[in-house]
């Protein structure tokens, strides 16, 4: 059961080769029997799971059609609100805390009859590139349980890889599904800002973040982004007027396409290993009968420092709601409100944080503004240009997702420069709100995955799909 795809399982379900509270009950037992090496899981939902298994059974003996997916396990990410089930972004401040609704993207997995097995370890509030800083420890990856499963959401991939659950759902603020896909040897999708509902995400950096699949293969992706994607009237911020719909096929031909070649992104800091593995991805896809064109990505130099003032900035404003009073943990030693506001946020959140907190409100305070703030504004608007101006050139780009492959536990965690230059191929993309893809695409030296990204102009999606699933077969 644990070879097959989420779309194998799901035939398997609906031609009653599999009952559907027996495939729930196998991955329950490989959590289980895993979960201990990796620390993937914060929570688990066996009870509720296992009601939704045989009410989903019901309906599939009955004849209905329900959706692709259905009676398929799935994880969440614990930023993303699920009802009745603790949500506490891998972070003390928010321990203990139950929301009373489902985000949105919950709500559609459970109307397409998947089947919500647990919450998903992170870095805390998805602040983090490693998935070392939430509270409940590190996460472990399964090609070496000494190295990071990337992050933030590397409980996603590093459940996958696994085998704990065929599908996952992770959000991504500048990589952080690409990244841990690439670290881990599973595929993702990074949506376009606005193709899947933030409602009931817990906001890092609300002009950022985007909620999207991670799994197996890119075909299983598309289908689960294909039921999350679509407009939602409580997120005013969702503009997309329908969901994706991916087309079934078998062709492995990509006649026509063009594909950029960033070449300044194969130089200087990436590991030889990583620039082969990709560029022999790129080849692969020129076999299919793309066209490979070279250019100089611009702005490059400026993509870390304006993503790291802006993600800063908005966490900055969007962590101050936790304050101790309304929800999650609150310090017991304080004597005015002000003490209570300080000391309860102070035990509450962790280094990491704290620094992004401190860094977001200097560059937002008087005087300095317009000096951080306002630039990082300006600069995210000219590499927005600059990918508009690509895009008419160019169909698609294909880049490294980061310049290593995975390091080892506790390598980087006191360099957070080193650990932000990690970002220096994903950050952009997310700044200009556009779609990427991740996909494996090899191994190092040390037998560790390699991932690549392809890159596309807003609501693109159906395009990379294609052409990363062209890789997959081609590859396969």
């Not at 201990?36 to 599939?60: H, P």
């Not at 064109?293 to 790291?308: G, H, K, N, V």
């Not at 779609?435 to 560790?448: H, I, M, Q, R, Y």
Request: charged share 20%.
């Amino acid at each position: 059961m644990f070879e097959l795809t989420a779309l194998e399982l799901s035939t398997a379900i609906s031609s009653k080769q599999i009952g559907v509270e027996e495939a729930l009950s196998a991955y329950f037992k490989s959590i289980e029997t895993e979960d201990g090496k990796y620390n993937s899981f914060l929570s688990l939902s066996k009870e509720a799971a296992l009601t939704k298994a045989r009410e989903i059974q019901k309906r599939i003996d009955a004849g209905e059609r329900i959706s692709p997916l259905a009676g398929v396990p799935i994880a969440i990410k614990d930023n993303i609100s699920t009802k009745d089930i603790e949500t506490t972004c891998a972070s003390k401040a928010l321990s203990g805390y139950v929301p009373v609704y489902n985000a949105t993207v919950v709500d559609k997995l459970e109307e397409a009859g998947m089947i919500v097995v647990g919450k998903l370890n992170m870095d805390e509030f998805a602040m983090g590139g490693s998935s070392e800083t939430g509270y409940m420890g590190p996460v472990r990856n399964p090609w070496d349980s000494y190295r990071v499963a990337g992050g933030s959401s590397g409980g996603s991939a590093a459940a996958i890889a696994a085998g704990m659950v065929p599908l996952a759902l992770g959000t991504d603020t500048g990589g952080s599904i690409r990244q841990p896909c690439s670290f881990c040897g599973t595929t993702g999708i990074k949506p376009t800002y606005g193709a899947v509902s933030r409602y009931g995400l817990i906001a890092y950096a609300s002009s950022l973040d985007q909620i999207g699949p991670m799994g197996k293969n890119l075909e299983d992706c598309a289908t689960l982004l294909s039921i999350i994607s679509g407009p939602d009237e409580k997120d005013g911020t969702c503009i997309i007027e329908k969901p994706f719909e991916f087309e079934q096929s078998d062709s492995n031909s990509l006649d026509g396409m063009i594909i950029g070649i960033p070449k300044n992104y194969y130089e200087g800091g990436i590991d030889n290993s990583v620039k082969t593995s990709v560029l022999a991805a790129a080849r692969k896809l020129e076999e299919a009968g793309a066209r490979l064109e070279e250019f100089e990505m611009p702005l490059m130099e400026y993509m870390i420092p304006t993503y790291y003032v802006i993600a800063c900035a908005e966490a900055s404003s969007n962590l101050s709601r936790f304050d101790g009073l309304k929800y999650g943990h609150y310090t017991s030693d304080s004597d005015e409100l002000s003490d209570f506001y300080r000391n309860s946020r102070s035990e509450g959140f962790g280094m990491e944080i704290k620094r992004r907190i401190m860094l977001g409100s200097f560059v937002l305070s008087s005087g300095y503004y317009d000096a951080y703030y306002k630039k990082a504004l300006q600069a995210r608007r000219l590499i927005k240009d600059a990918y508009d101006s690509l895009f008419q050139r160019y169909d698609m780009i294909i880049s490294p997702v980061a310049p290593t492959t995975a390091y080892k536990i506790g390598e980087n965690i006191d360099d957070p420069l080193k650990m932000y230059m990690g970002d220096i191929y994903t950050v952009s993309i997310n700044l200009a709100g556009l779609p990427a893809v991740s996909l494996p695409c090899g191994f190092d030296e040390n037998k560790l995955p390699i991932g690549f990204q392809l890159i596309g102009k807003a609501f693109s999606e159906p395009t990379l799909v294609k052409a990363g699933k062209t890789y997959q077969l081609i590859n396969n």
